[in-house]
């Protein structure tokens, strides 16, 4: 089982629309979560990062972590055109027990188009 | 302006030619890391430092080097480039290893 699984889609919707955008995880070790989106020939940018289960906020977007299932999510409210990008979950992590490697593993991206 | 800066940003070179990606930051940043993203396979974490002279292997180290000498510097050295080598890369730098990362714009690198 990969370390961090997410939907490679692609997923096409109208503007205006609410888009979910899932990954799940297997080692309940992780912590820390985050999502970026990548927009074509430019290198990632942050959008959430989130270190508890539950529900963060920024604008129209919505960050969810339940820790029990090994699920996280990111909606995105009211879709714009500008929001066509590749997102990509992220999780960094301690790699063995003493905790001095470390890591970043990412989900594979999922490519969002929305159309006007 | 925070910025992560990677040069060069495209190289097309030939197997065995050694060349050196270069990066820099300006956040004074701890950690910093490289990737390379491939179609199917997404980014894969390939060395990290966590500081000036530390630094560690990542998911695919084989064929690259690395070296921390100054805190804003973390070049990618491929001594013996080969075509299984060619692959957008990305340098990032963070506060710490599990702070958010700031990403340079890519270098596409090709190996004939």
């Known amino acids: 089982q990969k370390e961090v699984e997410q939907d490679p889609g692609p997923l096409s919707v109208p503007e205006g629309a609410i888009v979910s955008l899932n990954c799940t995880y297997s080692?309940?070790?992780?912590?820390?979560f985050m999502w970026y989106r990548q927009y074509s020939r430019k290198g990632p940018e942050l959008l959430m990062y989130?270190?508890?289960?539950g529900n963060k906020e920024d604008g129209r977007f919505t960050a969810q972590v339940d820790k029990s299932s090994k699920y996280i999510s990111l909606f995105i409210r009211d879709s714009q055109p500008s929001d066509s990008a590749t997102y990509l979950c992220?999780?960094?992590?301690?790699?063995?027990?003493?905790?001095?490697?470390?890591?970043?593993?990412f989900g594979k991206g999922t490519l969002l188009t929305v159309n006007p | 302006e925070a910025q992560v800066t990677q040069n060069p940003r495209y190289l097309i070179t030939v197997t065995g030619k050694k060349l050196t990606v270069t990066c820099s930051q300006n956040?004074?940043?701890?950690?910093m890391s490289w990737y390379r993203q491939d179609p199917g396979l997404g980014l894969r974490q390939i060395y990290y430092?966590?500081?000036?002279?530390?630094?560690d292997k990542g998911d695919v180290p084989e064929g690259y080097k690395v070296s921390r000498k100054e805190k804003r510097n973390f070049p990618l050295i491929l001594e013996s480039p080969s075509p299984n080598q060619t692959s957008l890369y990305f340098c990032?730098?963070?506060?710490?290893?599990?702070?958010?990362?700031?990403f340079g714009d890519g270098t596409r690198l090709s190996i004939l």
């Open positions: 992220a999780m960094p992590h301690t790699i063995n027990s003493g905790g001095s490697n470390y890591k970043l593993t």
């Open positions: 956040m004074n940043h701890e950690y």
């Open positions: 990032a730098s963070s506060s710490d290893w599990n702070q958010p990362q700031h």
């Open positions: 430092s966590m500081n000036v002279e530390v630094t």
């Open positions: 080692n309940s070790a992780f912590q820390y």
């Open positions: 989130t270190y508890s289960s």
